[in-house]
């Protein structure tokens, strides 16, 4: 007697991954569409979506960094460091303009966590790359004070480009130091 045994596709992981790259292309096009949109609310809410996408990956990548710690301390300060952008993330998506300033203060603070927790991780390293850690906790820090004390601004635009900034250091900074030889 022959019995039919279900059989795990080949791609097991990665089938639904034409469906999902499909999308998240179509969504990064809606967005660049209505980032120049000649309608500046449409425009600014399209920049903070951006932003909530970038923060949310921001914060995937460090809490990948989580599996690859050694140690049980710089295992918890990436998760601190990786937080705040979710809550970030959070943050803007529940209030786009930030117009209540004590959740602009929320954010600044969890910012500087994330930019302490970051240095933390490189003063307690010996790896080649912690250098690079020092910059990016930095900027973060500094990027934590402009939003906690120089809010609220009159637009949210310089919000968006100072946080822009420091995604745009992150990512530099994360691949810089991990690709340096140990």
Known sequence: M????????????????????GLSIGAGLVLSFLQFSPRPFVATIAA?????A?????????FRL?????????RAAWR?????????AAILIADPLLGNGRL?????VGFG???LARLSVALASDRAGRGWLYVSGSTTIAVALAIAFGWPF??????IKVMALDLLVLGVTLVLAHTDPD
């Not at 602009?104 to 600044?108: I, K, P, S």
């Open 2 to 21: 022959t019995m039919f045994v279900a059989r795990r596709p080949r791609w097991e992981g990665f089938a639904n991954l034409p469906w999902k790259l």
């Open 48 to 52: 903070i979506l951006w932003l909530v």
């Open 54 to 62: 970038l923060m949310g990956t921001a914060a995937m990548i460090q």
């Open 66 to 74: 989580v599996a690859l710690a050694r140690k049980r301390a710089e």
């Open 80 to 88: 601190i460091a990786a937080a705040p952008y979710l809550v970030g």
């Open 104 to 108: 602009a203060l929320a954010l600044g």
């Open 113 to 115: 966590l994330a930019g």
């Open 154 to 159: 009159t637009e949210v635009t310089p919000l």
